[in-house]
């Protein structure tokens, strides 16, 4: 189990708000066919595991892995899939090489989100059945009433979350994948017209259509692939009841976040994240919630998140950068890729393949993701250009 591991082919397509010229299964092979020829030109048949983030309802078909295999290369070859966050899938295949049972694996997630006519109706079915479903609520206002006790919590103000949205929605703008860039004032945030008090709709993130593709390597395999490993150092996911009446920390907390990060950083050694990371890319589904996860991934202390934002703590120029690659909230939510997404940006930055989003002197960083309402389910990654 103390085979250490490296992402070695990262391939990725769509990217739109609506992808009709394509359907999931044609983007997701552009995808691994990218994956595969960053990792050297390798052959399909040379890959030893297959694992897959998908969810038959996002999909509109059941027994959705029945749909995986061909797309990957992945034909007659084992098959998993992990109904959950691509950071999920990719722990996943972390597990499968450690136990030194394969020594090559493909991770893939998608988002075809374009396709559902009525994404809320479908949220709204995976709410509580018996004390949630009933009131035919927009499902969001479950983030509403978080996002209210968060800021009680803690002390954090609504401008703070706004000045989330307005900073990651600059940052989108030198991102050209990112669809949601622009440059915004706090009045245009505060001001918005309100999707769940205290949320506007400026804080939440715009859907989009995408797919991406990690291929992980064990060290031996890895500096055979390529000459540009990343390696990932630590990986940790918990969930949480996604009954709103027993958490155990109430709506205010996160304690899915914590518990993932307190995993990750003990297996890559981290005591002291603010100070061993570079940069974070983490979730911001909604504006508070990058907040809320800071402080819960220990980066800061609670109710400090907001106060150092507003200090430029996390902006690209800043002692610890989050989420310059605009986040959900600038580049699109990807829904079961939506991990692999704040993954992908960590990747390239440590590659130093962002474009002009490109941070200087990087070694470590941190991508985080949170599944989305109502689910209190989080997974985090630990990577590095050091073994």
């Known amino acids: 189990m103390n085979r250490k591991v490296a ?3 990262l391939g990725y397509a769509g990217f739109g708000t609506t992808t009709p010229d394509l359907s999931y299964r044609e983007m997701i092979f552009e995808a691994v066919t990218k994956c595969y020829e960053d990792a050297g030109g390798i052959p399909p048949q040379a890959i030893d595991s297959f694992v897959a983030a998908s969810e038959d309802f996002m999909e509109g078909i059941s027994i959705a892995d029945e749909y995986v295999p061909d797309q990957l290369g992945a034909v007659l070859k084992p098959v998993q899939s992990i109904t959950g966050d691509g950071l999920q899938a990719l722990a996943s295949a972390v597990m499968q ?7 090559i694996v493909a ?11 009525h994404h809320d109706h479908l949220v709204s079915y995976a709410t509580d059945p018996v004390y949630i479903r009933p009131f035919q609520e927009n499902p969001y206002f479950i983030a509403g009433l978080e996002m209210n006790r968060f800021l009680f919590e803690t002390g954090a103000t609504r401008e703070q979350c706004a000045e989330v949205v307005v900073k990651n929605r600059y940052n989108a703008l030198k991102n050209p994948s990112a669809h949601y860039g622009a440059k915004l004032t706090l009045e245009d945030v505060t001001e918005a017209p309100p999707l769940s008090e205290p949320l506007g709709i400026y804080d939440m993130s715009g859907h989009l259509d995408g797919s991406i593709v990690f291929l992980l390597a064990s060290e031996e395999r890895a500096r055979e692939l390529t000459d540009k490993p990343v390696w990932i150092k630590g990986i940790g996911w918990a969930t949480d009841t996604p009954n709103l009446d027993s958490r155990l920390e109430g709506l205010g907390g996160a304690v899915y976040a914590r518990l993932a990060a307190q995993q990750a950083y003990r297996m ?15 979730d911001d589904t909604f504006s508070y919630k990058e907040l809320q996860h800071l402080e819960a991934l220990n980066i800061c202390g609670p109710g400090e998140a907001g106060k150092l934002l507003e200090l430029g703590c996390f902006g690209p120029d800043g002692d610890f950068p989050v989420n310059v690659s605009g986040g959900s909230l600038g580049a699109g939510y990807l829904h079961e890729a939506n991990g692999m997404q704040r993954l992908m940006e960590v990747v390239l930055q440590l590659r130093e393949e962002a ?9 470590t960083g941190l991508a985080f993701a949170w599944r989305g309402v109502p689910t209190a389910t989080g997974a985090a990654a630990i990577l590095s250009t050091r073994v």
């Open 107 to 117: 991770a893939s997630a998608f988002s075809k989100v374009s396709n559902l006519s």
């Open 7 to 9: 992402i070695v082919g």
């Open 268 to 282: 890559a050694g981290i005591s002291n994240p603010f100070n061993e990371i570079d940069f974070a890319e983490i």
């Open 355 to 363: 474009g002009p989003r490109q941070l200087p002197h990087l070694e």
């Open 97 to 103: 090489i450690k136990t030194g049972q394969q020594s």
